[in-house]
């Protein structure tokens, strides 16, 4: 079975810091990686995803990830944030047919 | 602009009441999913349908049924809502069920039982 973790509930910082979101996963076979953000009462919208191939993943809104297959990590990177950023990000998973399963997600706090 | 539409934003029922939440897509795809989402808690598959063929997950309560009567269109029923029913309901669609195949979100029903 696989499983994700976010180590982090809750991030906060300041406008224009970087930031760094923690993800580690758990899979005995290949897996295929994926980051979602989440903005108030809206659903689930996809930041970037790592199937194969350059382990430095880019996605939209500057987000960057790097799949890391000895630390079984797959972090979330941004070198400077801002205030519309705030939001709640999930880390996920697949392996099997398309389903998805998810980690605890990390709620984005980005101060002025 | 193609999208997942899910109606309403927003429902209120009462402890008991059968409810029906919708979803509609217009993006053509084959699969659609619906997942139950829990204040501060991550996403949790209900089902899924591939075209026609309905996939319950194994820990999906029998209250919770879905209806796909086209292409376009599903259903979330919940026959006797309970107060631990009440979430964020998401609607999702993918163009197939490869893995690793994107999935598209709708804005979610927020659901509370009274």
């Known amino acids: 079975a696989q499983s994700v973790t976010q180590l982090d509930s809750q991030v906060p910082v300041f406008e224009e810091a970087p930031v760094e979101l923690r993800c580690n996963y758990s899979?005995?076979?290949?897996?295929?990686l994926f980051w979602y953000v989440q903005y108030p009462n809206q659903g689930l919208q996809l930041l970037l995803k790592y199937l194969s191939g350059s382990t430095l993943v880019k996605g939209i809104n500057g987000f960057e990830a790097e799949f890391n297959k000895s630390q079984t990590s797959f972090h979330l990177r941004k070198p400077s944030v801002h205030i519309s950023d705030t939001a709640e990000y999930f880390c996920?998973?697949?392996?099997?047919?398309?389903?998805?399963?998810f980690g605890g997600g990390t709620r984005l706090m980005v101060k002025p | 602009d193609a999208m997942v539409i899910q109606n309403p934003r927003y429902q209120v029922t009462q402890f008991g009441k059968p409810v029906t939440l919708s979803c509609s897509q217009t993006l053509n795809h084959n699969v659609m999913y619906w997942y139950q989402q829990k204040s501060s808690q991550a996403p949790k598959l209900l089902f899924h349908?591939?075209?026609?063929?309905?996939?319950n997950e194994a820990d999906t309560p029998d209250n919770f049924q879905s209806r796909r009567p086209n292409t376009s269109f599903c259903f979330l029923d919940i026959r006797s809502p309970g107060l631990g029913d009440a979430a964020m309901y998401l609607c999702?669609?993918?163009?197939?069920?490869?893995?690793?195949?994107?999935?598209?979100f709708g804005p979610g029903t927020r659901l509370l039982v009274l």
């Open positions: 999702a669609t993918s163009r197939g069920n490869v893995v690793a195949e994107t999935q598209y």
């Open positions: 349908y591939y075209d026609k063929d309905f996939n």
């Open positions: 899979s005995s076979v290949s897996v295929y």
């Open positions: 996920a998973s697949n392996n099997a047919g398309n389903m998805l399963t």
